[in-house]
């Protein structure tokens, strides 16, 4: 069977392996984490916040595969793009960890409780290049609990790295087309994190290399309930709806596709193509680029105007 869509293997591994998720094969070294200060919620007093982070460097530094990025670097950093640490926020924290070759970031906020308890809630990990996150659990500790704090989202840190190089190892048995091994590994990787995006979509092509088209295509309905303008996705939803003649399904997955690349005439002509052979020439007619009188492509969105 010719495969129709041009997704090689060395693209997919590009986005599985590159970064922290090569965590079992590392050469270069410790990886490094952006921890901020965590973020204070209300008025809840910011001096938990600053301790509970200082604790949950010392212990990311105790271990082998990863390195805190230190107090004073980040806040060396942070002025340097007109910022102060204790204004990091998720967004800032990610943006800065790109701009500093960090590879994982923290995002963690807390409220402060009427018994002056800390209750600390979305608590992130950050893969920066490949977005993906990994939530921990939220706990509620005492007034001067920060170590506990700091504890709990180190237990769950190792539940992180168990996911990454479970997946690292899923990436690296579908480089070598050993579908079993592969899914075995990527089902533990989603074990350790169900919202894993980069995880679940290689599942889905796994299952397509199987030609589980029916697996396959609700492995990339889940991928898109959780980045709904996942490219790869939509496309590979598109053309498998096709194969099961969902021509209503198949449309507006490329179509969705082509939301994101309006004006690529050739990725539209590709796409018409995968569609006509996937058994909708109709459809594929209608996601052709129309020509305008002076020979400039004009993408219709789903649509072909004849002038």
């Given amino acids: 069977m010719v495969r129709p869509l041009k997704l090689s293997l060395s693209l997919v591994l590009v986005a599985l392996v590159v970064g ?33 982070s200082k604790e949950l460097r010392k212990l990311i530094n105790t271990l082998a595969t990863h390195v805190p990025i230190e107090e ?41 409780l009427p018994d002056k308890s800390w209750a600390l809630k979305n608590v992130v990990f950050w893969d920066i290049g490949s977005s993906e996150q990994f939530a921990v659990s939220d706990v509620t500790v005492g007034e001067k609990d920060d170590e506990i704090a700091a504890q709990h989202i180190f237990n769950e840190f190792d539940r992180y790295v168990q996911q990454i190089r479970a997946q690292g ?15 075995r590994n990527c089902d533990q990787a989603l074990a350790l994190n169900p919202d894993g995006v980069a995880t679940r979509y290689l ?5 397509y290399e199987q030609d589980n088209y029916t697996e396959s295509l609700g492995e990339m309905e889940k991928v898109l309930a959780l980045e709904p303008f996942h490219q790869e996705a939509l496309e590979l939803a598109g053309y498998m709806s096709a194969l099961r003649d969902d021509d209503d399904n198949a449309r507006e997955y490329y179509g969705r596709y082509l939301e994101l690349n309006p004006a690529n ?38 649509r072909v105007t004849l002038r």
């Fill in 72 to 112: 004073k670097e980040i806040k060396d950093q942070a002025k340097r793009f007109d910022t102060k640490i204790q204004d990091l926020n998720c967004i800032l924290t990610r943006q800065l960890a790109s701009q500093i070759e960090a590879q994982v970031a923290l995002c963690a906020e807390y409220d402060e």
């Fill in 20 to 52: 922290p998720v090569a965590l079992h094969a590392q050469a270069q070294g410790r990886f490094r984490v952006l921890i901020p200060y965590f973020m204070p919620l209300g008025d809840a007093d910011d001096d938990f916040g600053k301790d509970a």
């Fill in 169 to 183: 190892i899923c990436a690296d048995y579908y480089a070598s087309r050993q579908w079993e091994n592969a899914l």
């Fill in 203 to 207: 599942r889905g092509r796994i299952l």
């Fill in 265 to 302: 005439a050739a990725v539209r002509m590709r796409i018409a193509y995968d569609l006509a052979r996937a058994g909708d020439p109709v459809g594929g007619m209608q996601l052709t680029p129309a020509v305008s009188p002076n020979n400039e492509f004009s993408p219709q969105r789903g």
